[in-house]
């Protein structure tokens, strides 16, 4: 079994052929390929669609050079100060050909400072360096930036879906053989349904639960299903010792999910007078929740608050 590598970065497309897109998409790309140019872009959507997977395969079929900056974690103007500056300024490695900054989850970038300079670098460096931003939520980039680049929103109909989700099958099916792991398809199936479009989910959820040579059924137990039942009973008893260790435990789980999941069964968490108040709650820290240092202490405090109305 062949699991040293995390299969998300070993399996990541090489090509816009290769990725998991709508045709619509996939069309975008493709004339972007052939036409031998790309333009300032924005790449609007959801974790795990594909954006910075997209941005990469760009540059790298048309044989570009990148700076890759991950802005949640270097989102201060100093990042734009030394190191954008400088790679913008420098010459290509390939004569006459663009090169490009793949700004990863840029609705991170400071509005008030950073974002406002993005601008004029953008402007300043047009003639040589084009600009890729990935975000999940499009409306926390200031619209000078939206001026300036084409807006792609990664956003899939019920019928996208239903084809990706079968695309997305036989690359797993794929994945599974190689790395010597046993399965049931009809168990890829419910995974690929429970998580789709999140791709990165799907694969992620699959090695995790493959470590044996074989895809256990532990990869079916839904957040919302017996754990969240469980923290449902910790929120009514107001138990902050048995909720905190529930946090601790589903630390790898996407508070934006755990977030939704409540909203979606609220009335099993809160007194039906006390709903509004706690659908405000949750839109208050699902907002905090992208730009939080601590994820876990972010949840806890919301749970928290929501123990205090239950």
């Not at 890729?132 to 680049?149: A, D």
């Not at 956003?155 to 996208?160: A, H, M, P, W």
């Not at 992620?204 to 074989?214: L, M, R, V």
């Not at 138990?239 to 409540?262: G, L, Q």
Request: hydrophobic residues 40%; charged residues 25%; contains cysteine.
């Amino acid at each position: 079994m062949k699991n040293e590598f995390l299969w998300v970065e070993r399996y990541r497309p090489k090509t816009i052929k290769d990725c998991i897109l709508p045709n619509d998409l996939k069309k975008i790309f493709t004339s972007m390929i052939e036409s031998g140019e790309i333009s300032n872009m924005i790449l609007s959507g959801t974790s795990g669609l594909g954006k910075t997977t997209v941005a990469r395969a760009l540059c790298n079929e048309l044989d570009l050079d990148i700076l890759l900056i991950n802005a949640s974690e270097e989102s201060g103007i100093d990042t734009l100060r030394s190191k954008i500056k400088q790679f913008a300024s420098s010459v290509s490695l390939h004569s006459g050909k663009h090169k490009v900054v793949i700004l990863d989850e840029a609705d991170y970038l400071n509005a008030q400072s950073t974002q406002p300079a993005l601008r004029a670098f953008i402007e300043e460096f047009g003639s040589s360096c084009r600009f890729i931003l990935t975000c999940n939520f499009k409306n926390r980039i200031i619209e000078p930036l939206h001026s300036r680049c084409s807006v792609i929103n990664f956003n899939t109909t019920r019928d996208d879906l239903v084809h990706l989700c079968g695309e997305f099958l036989v690359r797993l099916k794929d994945i599974l053989k190689e790395n010597e792991i046993d399965y049931k398809e009809s168990v890829l199936a419910e995974v690929i349904m429970k998580y789709a479009p999140d791709w990165r989910r799907v694969l992620n959820e699959c090695q995790k639960y493959s470590k044996t040579g074989e895809l256990e059924n532990d990869v079916l137990v839904s957040v919302g299903d017996v754990k969240l039942d469980q923290l449902s009973t910790y929120i009514k008893q107001k138990n902050f010792k048995e909720m905190r260790k529930w946090v601790a435990e589903n630390s790898d789980v996407d508070s934006s999910v755990i977030f939704r999941t409540i909203y979606d069964k609220i009335y099993s968490f809160i007194d039906s007078k006390s709903i509004p108040q706690a659908v405000i709650i949750l839109g208050e820290y699902q907002y905090k929740a992208a730009f939080v240092a601590d994820k876990q202490l972010n949840l806890a405090a919301c749970l928290t608050e929501l123990m205090g109305i239950s």
